[in-house]
């Protein structure tokens, strides 16, 4: 008997040493201590010991189940010990690390222009007028003094998307829907979006963005329209830039004209930005038609007025260097990215 707890001894010893984790500690548990246990098969057997040996062999039995118990609970609590060292290793944080910045969102841009120009315009004492973009002939092209047989149909080529409707292909189509409701004087500006159907190409999108202006009142003169463009564009590229009027057609204005500005790179000697020519188109504009103001029924004898409209992809490029405009229409974030706000 005694042999026999000793071998139990030996064999609980060498399977301890072989136990990785708490699930092997637990099934060596069972199968020592269980109900049905290798110890307490011992003390079944007890019955069979002969009367006199039983209390020494009881007492042997009972020390190797402490020892078992002790030897099993150290290597339990050595091993929970171990799994969380393991863990906590597994875990740890460097909170000396930096942190991982989160990406600030900032306007396109495009649009950060249109604010600049809007900024400008309204200080000057004009309001915001938003027309749709998706449009009638009626106010894209008819009011506006463009006949459906007029060539300047073809020259802008025009998205139709429905029988009379269009995309817009300028933002003039304001003009006639805010003359039609406001007394003079009539000061606006209408930035938004505007659609050719043209082939997209360097200098060509199918879509880009405008603003357009409107005075009308008494005695308003060509000189007005030029001190007005001179200090925008004086505003906007931040230096004292020489401007010109240039004539130029449009049906909705007579006359109409294109304002230059002085070269910014060359200050106007010469260079392959502007062609050698020391100028730079900057917009087309001209005196509202007087036919336009009879289609939206003020009088041409007591009412003139000055109307513009200016490309604001242009404006970005002029004042960035930047040669192809499909680069605005693209989302590509290094591009983008160089236009942050700070
Ligand atoms: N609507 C014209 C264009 O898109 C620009 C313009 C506006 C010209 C107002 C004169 C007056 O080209």
């Known amino acids: 008997m005694k042999h026999v707890i000793q071998s139990i001894r030996a064999t609980f010893e060498s399977e301890l040493h072989l136990c990785k984790q708490a699930n092997d500690l637990e099934a060596l548990r069972v199968r020592y201590l269980g109900k049905k246990g290798l110890v307490q098969e011992q003390l079944k057997s007890l019955r069979d010991v002969p009367e006199a040996e039983k209390p020494l062999v009881g007492k042997l039995i009972n020390e190797l189940k402490k020892e078992i118990e002790e030897r099993l609970d150290a290597a339990i609590s050595a091993c929970s010990h171990l799994q969380l060292q393991d863990k906590m290793a597994k875990e740890a944080l460097d909170v000396t690390l930096p942190g991982r910045r989160s990406n600030v969102g900032s306007k396109h841009p495009v649009t950060q222009m249109l604010d600049e120009i809007t900024d400008i ?36 080529d025009t998205f139709y998307v429905a029988p009379g409707m269009v995309l817009r ?27 050719r159907n043209e082939t997209i190409d360097a200098s060509h999108h199918v879509f880009f963005h405008q603003v357009e202006g409107l005075y009308v009142d008494e005695n308003v003169s060509m000189q007005d329209l030029l001190s007005t463009l001179s200090e925008f564009v004086r505003r906007l590229f931040k230096k004292d830039v020489e401007v010109r009027l240039r004539s130029s057609y449009f049906p909705f204005v007579e006359p109409g004209v294109e304002l230059d500005m002085s070269c910014l790179l060359c200050e106007g000697k010469g260079c392959a930005t502007c062609k050698h020519t020391g100028w730079i188109e900057v917009l087309g ?12 029924g003020l009088d041409p004898e007591k009412y003139t007025g000055y109307a513009w409209g200016l490309g604001v992809e242009r404006m970005v490029a002029l004042r960035s260097g930047i040669r192809d ?17 700070v």
């Open 285 to 296: 504009a001209g005196m509202v038609h007087p036919q336009v103001l009879r289609n939206v």
């Open 325 to 341: 405009i499909r680069l605005f229409a693209e989302n590509d974030m290094r591009f983008l990215s160089q236009f942050y706000a």
């Open 121 to 156: 315009f309204v200080s000057m004492g004009f309001s915001v007028a938003l027309g749709p973009e998706i449009e009638s002939e009626y106010y894209n092209f008819d009011v506006l003094n463009i006949s459906p047989d007029h060539p300047a149909r073809d020259m802008q």
């Open 169 to 195: 292909t300028h933002t003039s189509n304001s003009q006639g829907r805010v003359m039609e409701n406001a007394n003079p004087p009539i000061r606006i500006i209408c930035p938004g979006r505007v659609f």
